[in-house]
């Protein structure tokens, strides 16, 4: 079965400043799909932004970037010029490669994100 | 914009008592999940389902049934609900199609979650 550890169950960053989210993940598939979400006090869970192990160019939204790196199983989130609306939770999930039985996210335990004004 | 509705966004109960969780999606996706979110422990798999009347165990069924007789509601049962089952419940729904080699499209989306406290 595949896991997902965020080691960082806090952190905190100047507003403006950059800030990156560690998430390592075990699994032996080769084709895998990971994400970050983002849950701020409302609760709603947000995709931030998603990677397809398959592609070697990491995926970038405005903001968001991550680095990924297979081989290491390492897949960790940077947030630049953070803002005070970056304040939440963060996990980091993995999903499957296609196949029948494999629609579900595997989440970390997540990390909070404080920002500092 | 696809939408996943929870039917209660607090809900206090009895230790005992037979609690039915419910979910509604209104755009047509195949899946459908219950996850348990708790502090220190992420989200966690209870059931999910990829089509009318299928389900499938996640990785913490015990205590919990479920039920999807229609392909827009997805709901959630204790049957008899224990202070342990104290929680934050999120419900999601996806849709996934493929083209080529790789699939192209897999949205998850979830709904706001019920605080459930059992007492």
């Known amino acids: 079965a595949q896991t997902v550890t965020q080691s960082q169950p806090e952190m905190s960053v100047q507003e403006a400043e950059t800030v990156t989210l560690s998430c390592t993940y075990d699994?032996?598939?080769?084709?895998?799909?990971l994400f970050w979400y983002k849950q701020p006090p409302s609760r709603q869970m947000i995709l931030v932004i998603r990677?397809?192990?398959?592609k070697q160019q990491n995926a970038t939204e405005n903001r968001f970037s991550v680095n990924f790196q297979k081989a290491a199983k390492s897949f960790s989130l940077k947030i630049s010029d953070s803002q005070l609306g970056d304040a939440a939770m963060y996990f980091c999930?993995?999903?499957?490669?296609w196949g029948f039985g494999n629609e579900k996210l595997t989440f970390g335990t997540g990390t909070r994100l404080t920002i500092i004004p | 914009d696809v939408k996943v509705t929870q039917s209660s966004r607090y809900l206090v109960k009895r230790t005992g008592e037979k609690v039915f969780l419910e979910c509604v999606q209104d755009?047509?996706?195949?899946?459908m999940f219950w996850y348990r979110q708790d502090p220190g422990l992420g989200l966690r798999l209870i059931y999910f389902?990829?089509?009318?009347?299928?389900?499938e165990k996640g990785d913490i069924p015990e205590g919990y049934s479920v039920s999807r007789e229609k392909k827009e509601r997805f709901s959630l049962i204790l049957e008899s609900a224990s202070t342990n089952q104290t929680s934050m419940y999120l419900c999601?729904?996806?849709?996934?199609?493929?083209?080529?080699?790789?699939?192209?499209?897999?949205?998850?989306?979830f709904g706001s979650g019920t605080r459930l406290t059992v007492v």
């Open positions: 990677q397809e192990a398959y």
């Open positions: 755009m047509d996706h195949e899946n």
């Open positions: 999930a993995y999903r499957s490669e």
């Open positions: 699994t032996s598939e080769s084709d895998y799909y």
């Open positions: 389902s990829y089509d009318v009347k299928m389900k």
């Open positions: 999601a729904s996806s849709l996934e199609f493929r083209t080529g080699p790789y699939p192209r499209g897999y949205g998850y989306t």
